[in-house]
């Protein structure tokens, strides 16, 4: 008979043992079982010892499998082999807007202040305050704390790190690396061990709930190696679950604190039934291109300082990508190729690689009615209070919504505010005058907004520039640029079903991101993807703005960023989107984000309306006043209305007769004999010379388009009472 020793129960296993020694040859020598013999006292010492020796057999080989692991270092290390890191927690996160008592600079993880005795307040990025000007600043509340250490070694080897309480907001840094000579460097960091082909450092939890750090060292272009004698410091924020009290300007050393919101939190680590579920859906998905969402979740990773990826479709298959940077800039030409790079290496199911679209400034022009409580208010500090709201309610973010109600519901909060009336600051439309996009207008009873700037094509067809053999290209951008009057078109593959494409026409205006089509080159199709526009006269004045602040300057819109090496602002010379100029400010470069346009000499334009009155009708067309060509296609689907109803017919043909100015549109299947009153098309917006408008439905709430993000001009009138 051999011994049991599965059981993890101590008396199974001492009736087991007694069982063994029955069935052995002359058992009856050992007769001396009884409660508290010796023999009883050996078997019983004998059963704690295989019991625990079970105990760890068994309790070892269910640590081993996800579903059955209950420690919370086995279910981290089973993770570590899914390439997933558990989340480590993180502390209260806080925007707080600061008025500075003089200049500082703060590095990320730097103390700014004091809170509740015991805790500091600590910064999350780079921050540069100016004496007097109101900046807003994300913390965290903790304690920073570093560990350091030496490789010993230049070869690739996993560093394991044995302190707990290493927070999700940390940076590392390396000193007296190999190639660096800059002396102490931050360097770039991810949790994705994929990610450390792209230089960087992964930084991931390990088992002892600390965490890992593993770095590519061997790469021949990686520019943050390190030596045997590199010091390598890990500084961090210890995870505390802080209690919360509100910031005052005492706990701050910097300035006065004007107002502050929660970011986020207290979130404390992951637990082992989040870790058993996340873990493996992690590495089911990770870095791998299955759907048009997943697009943008990579882009954002790819670009630190990108805060939001959105996405739509052109087609079924074909995906657009927009963003919005931190800083509000476009994307580098190294950036972009980074990006593709990267997107097509992990796009395993062979769908075509997005299209980057760049992002649309969009602007807001509000008209603000303030009535008081108090009779005397200072009118700069009422405005800091919209300026704040607007900065805390309605942050810069794609196809955003506004609702000019919901702002007088957030203004009315403010304790000297009686009511508040908000409304868009809607012009009559001038002839040759300069707009942006997100200007609106009123014209005949409705109200248009700006959607596009429009440049022209030239009086020829140009002569397009096309790849040699379609064949030799991936997907579907062949890269290829034509020039064209004023646009800049790109070349790509043909690609069938694209509701909106047109047929590129001479001495037209076309729009950034338009696709055209044309006879002469049938297996491809042209996106404009920039116009040219002429900087003004005189160089544009920054001295009282800020980074992130916009400035019109002739056509163009510029952005300021942070200085960079660039060449200086010329008159009257043409710039792209993307491009960077520098004033004479040693502290911001401006780049070229948008555009303006200028609406056209005709008095009265034919504005499209949401229903077009019919003039008369035949057996098969119905006839408009006015020229109405560009509002209605051929394969278009329309609806006829009349008093009980409506019928749809499809566009066959649409002709425009100047003499007569009235435009025909003849239709599927023949018309009955109903009294049809007007015709609804496919909204395309109006074509007022550089200016593209769209009709709005709703003037107190606009949604903007996907790829554009808003900011706020507003007029400001005190009323009495």
């Keep these: 008979m051999a011994l049991n020793l599965e059981s993890l129960s101590i008396t199974s296993v001492y009736n087991s043992i007694v069982n ?43 640590e081993t499998y996800l579903s059955t692991a209950n420690a919370l270092s086995s279910n981290i290390g089973i993770a570590v082999n899914l390439q997933y890191s558990v989340f480590r927690g ?28 015991n805790y500091d307040i600590i910064v999350l990025n780079d921050v540069s305050l100016e004496e007097g000007k109101s900046t807003e600043i994300e913390t965290v509340i903790g304690k920073v704390k570093e560990i350091s250490f030496t490789p010993g070694t230049s070869a690739i080897k996993p560093f394991s790190l044995f302190t707990t309480g290493i927070s999700e907001d940390y940076a590392l840094y390396i000193a007296n690396g190999e190639s660096t000579d800059e002396g102490v460097i931050e360097v770039p960091t991810t949790k994705i061990m994929r990610d450390m082909v792209n230089d960087k450092y992964l930084v991931r939890t390990n088992p002892y709930l600390s965490v890992d750090i593993l770095y590519l060292n061997t790469e021949t272009d990686f520019k943050y190696k390190y030596g045997t004698d590199t010091e390598i410091t890990l500084r961090y924020v210890e995870l505390a679950d802080v209690p919360q009290v509100p910031y005052t300007t005492s706990m701050f050393d910097c300035g006065e604190v004007e107002n502050y919101s929660t970011i986020s939190t207290y979130i404390p680590m992951q637990n082992v039934d989040n870790i058993k579920v996340n873990a493996p859906l992690s590495h089911d998905v990770q870095c791998l291109i299955r759907s048009k969402a997943d697009y943008a979740k990579r882009i954002k990773t790819l670009v630190p300082s990108i805060k939001q990826v959105n996405w739509d479709t052109l087609t079924p298959t074909y995906t657009l990508i927009t963003y919005l940077k931190d800083d509000l800039t476009l994307i580098t030409e190294k950036e972009s190729s980074d990006i593709e790079e990267v997107l097509e290496e992990e796009n395993y199911f062979g769908t075509p690689l997005p299209d980057k679209v760049n992002p649309r400034r969009a602007v807001a022009k509000l008209q603000i009615n303030l009535a008081l409580k108090v009779k005397y208010k200072n009118i700069s500090d009422i405005q800091l209070d919209i300026d704040n709201i607007l900065r805390n309610y309605h942050d810069y973010k794609l196809g955003s919504t506004f609702n000019t109600f919901d702002f007088e519901r957030e203004l009315e909060k403010l304790s000297y505010v009686r009511y508040a009336r908000v409304s868009y600051d809607v012009q009559e439309r001038k002839i040759n005058s300069n707009y942006q996009i997100g200007y609106t207008i009123e014209y005949n009873g409705n109200i248009y907004r700006a959607v596009q700037i429009l440049g022209q094509s030239g009086v020829t067809e140009p002569s397009w520039v096309l790849p040699e053999q379609i064949e030799g290209f991936k997907g579907i951008d062949t890269g290829m640029i034509t020039q064209d009057g004023s646009l800049i078109w790109r070349c790509y593959k043909r690609l069938p079903n694209i509701e909106d494409i047109t047929k590129w026409k001479t001495s037209y205006n076309f729009g950034i991101n338009e696709y055209v089509y044309t006879d002469s080159c049938p297996g491809y199709m042209f996106k404009c993807v920039d116009i040219i526009k002429s900087s003004g006269q005189q160089m544009p004045e920054i001295v009282t703005l800020s980074k992130g602040d916009f400035v019109t300057d002739g056509g163009i819109v510029w952005v300021l960023k942070d200085y960079v090496d660039a060449p200086i602002w010329n008159s009257y010379h043409k710039y792209s989107l993307g491009e960077t100029v520098n004033t004479n400010s040693p502290t911001y470069s401006l780049e070229c984000v948008s555009y303006t346009g200028t609406t056209s000499t005709i008095e009265n334009p034919s504005f499209e309306v949401s229903e077009y009155p019919i003039t008369s009708k035949g057996s098969n067309y119905f006839i408009l006043s006015g020229n109405q060509n560009f509002y209605f296609r051929e394969g278009d689907s329309i609806y006829a209305t009349y008093s009980g109803g409506y ?43 550089q200016i593209l408008w769209k009709l709005v439905d709703n003037i107190t709430e606009i949604k903007y388009d996907w790829n554009s993000y808003v900011t706020y001009e507003y007029d400001l009138s005190i009323i009495e009472g």
């Design 20 to 62: 063994f020694f029955k069935s052995q040859e002359n058992n009856t020598r050992w007769k001396d079982l009884t409660t508290g013999s010796e023999g009883s006292f050996l078997i019983r010492l004998l059963s704690n010892v295989f019991s625990a020796i079970s105990y760890r057999v068994v309790g070892q080989s269910r």
């Design 90 to 117: 993180s502390n209260l996160k806080r925007k707080v807007q600061i008025t500075p008592n003089r200049d500082y600079t703060y590095p990320r993880l730097s103390v700014i202040g004091h809170y509740s005795n």
């Design 647 to 689: 019928t749809n017919f499809g566009v066959t043909n649409v002709s425009y007769n100047s003499a007569l100015n009235i435009t025909t549109i003849n239709v599927t299947p023949d018309i009955p004999g109903e009294n049809y009153l007007t015709l609804i098309g496919k909204e395309r917006g109006t074509r007022d010379y």
